[in-house]
């Protein structure tokens, strides 16, 4: 049974951090991406940042840029988003997800390329 269980959501003040887990089972690691989504109330669900568990590659929101890090530690077939500087509008439920890395579009980020999801974790920011 694919598993995806994402953990470390909270409630943080701006400028401050937090580091999301993702861990993974029931799917062979070494040949997904795994991506990092988030969806705030009334909104669609946006890419955030991906990881190839393959070569490390990794992609990122322009919003986030310089302030999320992605990272993967294979061994333990676990992804983690660690989020620096957070602003209000960082405020949503994350999810992460996985796709097959034979689909060259998972860099994209697009919900569309993913086809396994974990649950999700509420991330809240305040002002």
């Known amino acids: 049974e694919v598993q995806l269980v994402e953990s470390g959501g909270g409630l943080v003040q701006a400028g401050g951090s937090l580091r999301l887990s993702c861990a993974a089972s029931g799917f062979t690691f070494d040949n997904y991406a795994i991506g990092w989504f988030r969806q705030a109330p009334g909104k669609e669900r946006e890419g955030v940042s991906c990881i190839s568990s393959r070569d490390g590659s990794t992609y990122y929101q322009d919003s986030v840029k310089g302030r999320f890090t992605i990272s993967s530690d294979n061994a333990k077939n676990t992804v983690y988003l660690q989020m620096n500087s957070l602003k209000p509008e960082d405020t949503a439920v994350y999810y992460c997800?996985?796709?097959?890395?034979?689909?060259?579009?998972?860099?994209?980020?697009?919900?569309?390329?993913?086809?396994?999801w974990g649950q999700g974790t509420q991330v809240t920011v305040s002002s």
């Open positions: 997800a996985a796709a097959d890395l034979v689909w060259g579009a998972w860099m994209q980020i697009t919900t569309s390329v993913y086809e396994y």
